[in-house]
């Protein structure tokens, strides 16, 4: 796709007007400290705004369309897809200064607040009045804007669902500069098409969210754990699904198979994982007189299914520490083998629970076959697995290997039933595999409100193979060693 | 390019990108660009090496506004030694004449006089003229023969303000009998601008004009009461100047308390101070050298004191903005960060903080004086002068 080449000096002249020399940058430092998130990708944007408000936002997204110029709104920039890389250039909006909340309606069960919150400072603030909104494992950094866009989940998908969940409300400008205020206060509504859910999971291709109404959760008033250790992996997968059959829904379950216990002992030591084929942490929440007779029956299901041992604790500092060690899996993959480091690839995959051993026998077997440390662990619980995998990024000869082995997992999720997506979202990384996973009437579907709603493809352009062919951008856009 | 980039190259590979550093940076916190906080510093970093960017005014601005605090490298969960990355980035930096002016004034004092205010080298010791005991004191022990030597360094040397360090120390080791010496004009400073403006190897001159003099006059523990001029003792002189100091080195903290444990400071029959005090971990004793527990155990030795910890404490401690040589870039940021610290001391009801490095010492008095709280700052040294009754209150 060709794009007309940006004005610039009538876009400074513009955003100089608009939000002040000190809030916007053209200075290429600046824009290559934007030019990435998690993923491997990389590309500069033309110009980096820093937003204060809805009406800016507003203009600035005019200007835009006038002038074809692509923006790309982004947030914490955690996001393991490319979702905020500017593929074509263009302006990126930087939301993380939009961070305040607007108001606490706790009567309502709800908050008002901008995009650029933190998860963790909006939890913050909400713990005192005894409400929380639940988030996913990067919530010390992801904003909610970023969070409602991909639809993120974490660890408590299983139990609360995903950010649309408790999405009730929102404000976006829309491509065309246009603010619209769509959802209701009201904790539910049936009226209309759901535009809510639409943009939710968007990924910025439809609009810049400016306030978002979420629906608030209570904090739970106990919690507990439980440890299950299982020899075959098998019985690992057997015991979630009994889990769920005995009408059990934990807080959380998640998955930390052989690789991932290998990473953790070799990154803390002193965490003294047992060297067992999979280890299963079940999280359950409610009132203080539930949690025990809970955890002890997830406890019999475990040994029922097959483990050889299963650990409970209901005290802080004990679920504090069993905690401690899903918390460090991911960046611990980076200690398995000297020299290799990880890369945001492959790495998001859901399939259905009674899959997962499958899945992970597949995993395995690749790292094997294919000679690069791969280390899984994922939210067993909703079937979402994060294989981490890592590489050599200095060395040429990994790249190629690592789109081959990305490939054959993402087409093996599929092959299951799965999607190549749980949490992380499509972006760049990902789109290739639209039509594979949703169907050509699907994509078109999809297309066509894409279309309906920005015919100029200005926003965030080159994402989910919605105007261009997948395969173009990522022959487009270099892949960056860091 | 050549050995020293790849190597950086490779230590900045394993960040995969995750934003922890950037959760908890206070300069990022502040100023909100990416380029202001650790994720973007370390990419800045790279791309210089890459030969992406060409450092500019804004690298510059990015690059010495680390407070080199160390909280990013103590979160992240990958390993990566920002803030050695940021530092060596600095040194690329200076070597192509990007430094900012602020640091190149120090350097260019430093080498002019010795110090960092540009400052008569005769002018050393003038901060004992404070008090008439100490400075008779410090007249006959500057250059003699001792198995401890004191280093003041050049904030306690030179800034009238922070005079009560150095003479709170030497009142405290003449009290105790301990045998003790100090350099007199001979004390240079310690090389800490260097570093942190991105001239390491200027280090070596100084490393070696040191430990000449300290081993010339029999020294077998150089103690320093500026949480930097420790550090540069412990670590660069041997690490940057290749030069492996032949004597021990210590904080006056650790001094302190190590006569504490032996019965030699004894604090319970001293004066009492009926205050709420608590201590601010200097990022240079806290995450760069762990000492955490001494302060503590000084403090808390002195009677009637009612200690409380800081909301964001120990590894976790919140830098009161005075590190990295960031005041020099961006005043305001190093003031804005210090009225949060008062913030935070405020909302415990401190009534004096107590912290182990001057420039902490001088940033959060600052704060105090802007926030017009009353609170009250004091040096460990201070503090334990006081209880000894060395120090009028």
Known sequence: MERKSIDKEKLNEFLTATVGKESFSMDPVMLLAFATDASRFEKTPDVVVRPSSTEQISKIVRYCYENEIPVIPAGARTGCSGGIIAVYGGILLDLTGMNHV???????????????????KLNEFLKPHGFLVPGPASSYAATIGGMVGNDSSGKEAVNYGTTSAYVLKMEVVLPDGRIMTVGSNALKTASGLNLVGLFTGSEGVLGVF????LRLIPLPEAEGIAMALFDVLENAGKAVINTFKAGIIPGCVEILDKSSIYAINQYKPEMQLPDVEAMLLYEVEGSSFEIEPKINKIAEICKDSGAIEVKKATEKAEIDRLWEARSLVGAASVRVREGYSRVYAGEDLAVPISKIPEML?????????????IVTFGHVGDGNLHPAITIRKEVAEDW???????????????DLGGTVTGEHGIGIARARYMKREHGEVALDIMKAIKWALDPKNIMNPGKMALNEDPETILNKIPVRTI | MHEKIENWAQAMLKCVRCAKCNSICPTLEERGWEVIGPR?????ALGMLQGKISP?????????TCLICNHCVDICPSGVECTEIILHAREEMFNRGFAPESSMMLVEALEESHNIFDMEQDDRTIWSMMDADAEEVVEDRTNTDAKIGYFVGCLGSFMGRLSQIPLSLVKTMDHLGLDFTLLGEDEWCCGSPYYLAGGREMIKELAEHHISAFNNLGVEKVVATCAGCYRVFKHLYEDVGGIKPPFEVVHANEFLADLLDRGKLQLNNGNSINKVVTWHDPCELGRHELQYDNPRKLIQAIPGIMYKELPATREDA???GGGGGVKGVDAGLGMELALKRVEQAKSIGAEVIVSGCPACYDNINEGIKKAEANIKMMDIT????EALGLNEE
């Open chain 2, 56 to 64: 500019n005014e804004l690298m510059t601005q990015g690059e010495y």
């Open chain 2, 318 to 320: 919140r830098c009161c």
């Open chain 1, 400 to 414: 190629p290997k690592l789109e081959a082995l990305i490939e054959e997992i993402n087409l093996k999720a599929l």
């Open chain 2, 40 to 44: 973007g510093r370390i990419r800045m």
């Open chain 1, 102 to 120: 607007l108001e606490l309606d706790v009567d309502n069960l709800q908050v008002c607040v901008e995009p650029g919150i933190v998860n963790d």
């Open chain 1, 210 to 213: 400016t306030k978002i109404w």
């Open chain 1, 361 to 373: 026998t597949f995993l395995r077997e690749a790292s094997q076959r294919y000679d690069f440390p």
């Open chain 2, 382 to 385: 201070e503090i334990i002068a």
